[in-house]
Every structure is written in structure tokens, then in C-alpha cells.
């Protein structure tokens, strides 16, 4: 027979009995501190991150999205019928003024150029004749027009004073007379000759003006032989081609769509609400879409005055005067235009505030350990902030909207 160990301490009986309910112990103190957890909820309330009042610098923005534009296109295209035999450039190429673009088949061209030369030289040579050969010629005849109706005169006078001494008949002045009209009119003649080839003339007047038409028609030949070759028109970026090898093109038909260098356009449409907030020099900064980490200054110069009425929005226009090297034509981009700033605003995140659109906005703030609701009065409105005018002061703490905390609720704040 064993009798019991008396010398056992009450802690190791403590123990052992712990041991032995320890399960039940454990649920026990579990479901006491569920309890005193949840008292505690119900007492003072859930735990609740809030936003505090803080003093700072706000900036105001209207935040629209857009397009890339260049203030204008141009629209190349040929001034004549011909078929393409080269098109010397890809869509997306940077070109230069007066680079070569697309070339034409110029073979009649260049025939109708080589008959205008002739045309030309054929006409000059005409003038060369008048000048070397035919007004010489004609003085030549004068001098001897001169000469011949001097002898006839003198023949005539001699002839009379012997007629009239009785020495000569009547048929022999005649004769005399008839020789002196007869030079008379060689010596006109002669005259009319040097006057029609010397300039002024009517034969170098015809002469000049044959020649000025030959030349204008080589000008019009070269001037369509030019055409042939299609050039662009100033730097740029081709953005669109609509023409390949052996394509017959006609005068007025786009063949290829050239985007000019220099200044750039962002094209936005912004909702008509912020119309009044929206003003010609204003500044902001964009992104592309593309690449957001990259952010660039822009200006705006245009504001429609007309409404989208089916869109109920204003297409404004923004110049980036040194636009990136990444932009593209059409290329999405992100924009805040900066249209207030104040420093020293009392600062709260706009999720804490409630009805901002609505004119009477409140936000729960916390009074006696309850959610209360406060009217507040609001100034600016950022991206995330909006600045406080009247309702809260400094360090004063809001629930956000997303807590799901209700009017006169318990709560127990905690600052971010």
C-alpha cells in the first residue's frame, strides 16, 4: 500500500491541475478577452484612421486628356497626270525642305523641254539675223538709195535748164523726171527696210516677241519637268503615305501627309463646368500616356468659343513650344492646367469631404468621441486636396468617406 507524497508544494498541484484542463483554460481566457475586445469596441468605439487639418501649399488644376497635334498638316500631292516611278521616302520619315520625296516618269517632259530649247534658239537667231544681217543690209541699201536719187536729181535739174534753152526736148525730162521718181521711192523703200529691222521695228518687235514666247514656253516645259520631282515643302515628319511604285496620281489628290517641324499642339476637350477657370497663357504640364515618369511644359493658346454640345465640353488648345523627341502625332497625353495656387491654405484630403460638388459640403468630424457632422466651406480643390475655408481649423481631424463610420457612432481616432 502506497500512501500520498504530503510533501507535494500546492503549486505543482496548481500545475498539474493546469495541465490536465488546459484546453479549457485557453477557450476560457480566449472568450474573456473576445469579450473585453469587444466591450471595449462598444464603449469607445472602432478604431478609425482619420485625416487632420494640416496647414500648406495648394494648387488647383483642371486635369484633362487629349492628342498630339501639329498646328497644321500639309497635304502633299502633284501638280500634273503622271505615273509614280519612285517614291523615295517612308511614312514616319523625318524629311527636309526641298528633299526629294516621290519622282515621276518625265520622259515626254523632258522631250517637251528639248523642243522649247529649239524653240528658243530658233528665236534668238532670228533677232541675231535682223541685228547682223538685214539692218546692215537695209543701211546699205539707204546709202545707195541716197546716192542714186542725188545723181537723179542732179540729172533732172540739168535736164530742165537744157529744156528750158531750148537744148533738150520734153521727152528727154520726162525721162529725167521719171528717174528721180523712181529714186524717190527706192530711197522710201529703203528707209521702211531699216526702220521694220532696227528695234521698234515691225519685223524685230515680231522677232522679240517670238522669242519671248519661246522662252516662256521653256519656263512652262522645265516648270513641269520640275514637277516630276515631288519635294517636301519644309522639314517635317511624314505621318501618312497613300501612294507606292506605279500609281497613276492627278493634280489634287493627297499622296502623302507631312507633319511640320517646330511647334507642337496638345488638343484637349475640357468638361464646360471648368470653362470659367480656363484662360489664354496659362500654364501645365503634360505626359504622355506612354511615358508617364517623363513631364513637359506646355501653354495654352486656344480656347474654342463654341460648346461640344454633344459632349458638353470646350476643345482648348496648348502649345509645347520645345516639344520632346518621344512625341508622336495623335500620341495620348495626360494634362493638369494650373489655374490657382495659395500658400498657407488649410489642407484636408478631398476624401474626407462630403457633397464637394453639391454647395453645402460636411464632413463627419469627431465631437465627444462620436462621428458629428460639420457644414464646411471649401476653397480650392487639387488633384487629392482641397483647402478649408471656414467649418474646421488647424488640426482638426475628419473620417474619411470610406470608413463606412455613420453619424453619432462611436469612434476612436487614430492619425496617420
Not at 500545475?15 to 476560457?28: M, P, Q
Not at 469607445?44 to 494640416?54: M, Y
Not at 505615273?83 to 515626254?108: D, F, M
Not at 484662360?279 to 506646355?298: E, M, T, V
Amino acid at each position: 500500500m502506497i500512501l500520498p507524497n504530503k510533501s507535494r508544494s500546492p503549486l505543482a498541484a496548481l500545475w498539474t491541475g493546469f495541465l490536465s484542463h488546459k484546453w479549457f483554460i485557453l477557450a476560457v481566457v480566449a472568450l474573456l478577452a473576445l469579450g473585453l475586445w469587444q466591450g471595449v469596441r462598444v464603449i469607445l468605439g472602432p478604431a478609425i484612421v482619420v485625416d487632420q487639418v494640416k496647414s500648406g501649399r495648394l494648387v488647383e488644376t483642371v486635369v484633362a486628356s487629349g492628342h498630339v497635334e501639329t498646328p497644321y498638316r500639309v497635304e502633299i500631292g502633284s501638280q500634273i497626270t503622271g505615273t509614280v516611278q519612285e517614291v523615295l521616302v517612308q511614312q514616319g520619315e523625318k524629311v527636309t525642305k526641298g528633299q526629294p520625296l516621290i519622282s515621276l516618269e518625265a520622259r515626254e517632259l523632258k522631250a517637251a523641254v528639248v523642243q522649247a530649247q529649239g524653240a528658243v534658239a530658233q528665236a534668238e537667231a532670228r533677232i541675231r539675223q535682223l541685228e547682223e544681217l538685214t539692218l546692215p543690209s537695209a543701211r546699205e541699201a539707204l546709202t545707195q538709195a541716197n546716192a542714186t536719187l542725188l545723181n537723179a536729181q542732179q540729172t533732172y535739174d540739168r535736164t530742165a535748164q537744157l529744156e528750158r534753152n531750148g537744148y533738150a526736148t520734153r521727152a528727154a525730162l520726162d525721162d529725167a523726171q521719171k528717174t528721180l521718181d523712181v529714186a524717190r521711192a527706192a530711197k522710201r523703200s529703203a528707209e521702211f527696210q531699216v526702220y521694220t529691222a532696227s528695234s521698234g521695228g515691225s519685223d524685230y518687235v515680231m522677232a522679240q516677241t517670238q522669242a519671248n514666247q519661246a522662252r516662256a514656253n521653256l519656263d512652262t516645259a522645265e516648270s513641269r519637268l520640275g514637277y516630276a520631282t515631288i519635294a517636301a515643302p519644309r522639314d517635317g515628319v511624314l505621318i501618312t503615305r497613300n501612294v507606292e511604285r506605279g500609281t497613276v496620281v492627278q493634280p489634287g489628290k493627297a499622296l502623302l501627309v507631312l507633319a511640320p517641324a517646330g511647334d507642337v499642339q496638345l488638343v484637349l476637350q475640357i468638361d464646360e463646368r471648368n470653362l470659367g477657370k480656363i484662360a489664354l497663357g496659362q500654364k501645365a504640364i503634360a505626359s504622355a500616356d506612354a511615358y508617364p515618369d517623363r513631364r513637359f511644359p506646355a501653354v495654352i493658346t486656344y480656347v474654342n468659343p463654341g460648346v461640344d454640345i454633344s459632349r458638353a465640353s470646350v476643345e482648348v488648345k496648348l502649345t509645347v513650344a520645345d516639344p520632346p523627341d518621344y512625341l508622336r502625332q495623335d500620341m495620348t497625353v495626360s494634362v493638369d492646367i494650373e489655374i490657382a495656387a495659395r500658400d498657407d491654405a488649410l489642407v484636408l484630403p478631398l476624401r474626407s469631404v462630403h457633397d464637394v460638388l453639391s454647395g453645402t459640403p460636411w464632413v463627419l468630424g469627431i465631437k465627444d468621441g462620436r462621428a458629428t457632422q460639420r457644414p464646411v466651406k471649401i476653397g480650392l480643390r487639387g488633384n487629392s486636396q482641397v483647402e478649408i475655408t471656414g467649418g474646421l481649423a488647424a488640426d482638426d481631424v475628419a473620417i474619411p468617406q470610406s470608413s463606412g463610420v455613420l453619424t453619432g457612432q462611436r469612434v476612436r481616432p487614430v492619425l496617420q
